[in-house]
């Protein structure tokens, strides 16, 4: 066990006692090394178990001793990523302690996000409580359509297209509470054009042949069968 990196953490953050500290936090000198060994001055630095920020902690250390530009990613899951993690990165930058112990910040910034619900649920089917923009974003992003040329749900086109993706049309035909089946009906509203055409819907009525000669290709919408 590193002794010295939880005197650190705690001259950064304050805990009620050192039990609740990190049983085995490591130095910031220690990564900063590695940093050192491992990266160049643009560096984007990844830690997926990010703990008590150690490693955002090194990053900006290295910077203000290089003149480096390295930016750091880091991910947590559990429930002290924004008191712990996130607050340590916020004190180091900013300045911490006070008096002849008061550690001047070392700059720098960053943005903390949370996750929202999982668009897909343990099945591999669309979560029922996703927003419906994050399902359609999601479809667009999969099927290459860039984000500028995404369309937003009341595009005046048709609320189920999505965009275009070298020259492939993409069509979204979801409702959260009816299924949705793709049919000449369907197909005459969505398509006035001849052309390459995706589209997704939870059934398909027409026949190979007559897709295949259409230039029309089907997905079916990833979603509980039960609510079929």
């Known amino acids: 066990m590193w002794i010295g990196s939880k005197k650190e953490l705690l001259s950064i953050i304050d805990f009620e006692s050192s039990e609740d500290v990190f049983i085995?936090?490591?130095?910031?000198t220690l990564i900063e090394r590695i940093l050192q060994l491992a990266t160049d001055k643009n560096s984007v630095v990844l830690d997926s178990y990010a703990g008590s920020g150690t490693t955002a902690h090194a990053?900006?250390?290295l910077n203000t001793q290089d003149g480096g530009n390295r930016r750091f990613i880091l991910i947590e899951m559990m429930d002290y990523a924004e008191t712990l993690t996130a607050e340590r990165v916020r004190r180091v930058m900013s300045g911490y302690g006070e008096g002849s112990k008061a550690v001047a910040g070392l700059g720098g910034g960053f943005t903390y996000q949370s996750l929202g619900e999982p668009l897909f649920d343990d099945c591999g089917q669309l979560n029922p409580v996703v927003d419906l923009a994050a399902i359609r974003d999601y479809v667009a992003w999969q099927e290459g359509i860039p984000k500028v040329a995404r369309l937003?749900?009341?595009?005046p086109q048709h609320r189920y297209r999505?965009?275009?993706a070298d020259g492939l049309r993409v069509f979204f035909a979801y409702e959260p509470e009816r299924v949705t089946t793709l049919d000449?009906?369907?197909l005459a509203e969505l398509v006035q054009t001849p052309g390459p055409t995706l589209i997704y819907a939870d059934q398909l009525a027409l026949g190979e042949a007559f897709m295949r000669r259409h230039a029309i290709r089907f997905?079916?919408?990833p979603r509980d069968i039960a609510r079929l």
């Not at 085995?24 to 910031?28: E, L, M, V, W």
């Not at 937003?152 to 595009?155: C, E, F, G, K, S």
């Open 219 to 221: 997905k079916k919408i």
């Open 59 to 61: 990053v900006l250390k």
């Open 24 to 28: 085995t936090p490591k130095p910031s």
């Open 152 to 155: 937003p749900l009341d595009n």
């Open 162 to 164: 999505l965009g275009e």
């Open 184 to 186: 000449l009906d369907l």
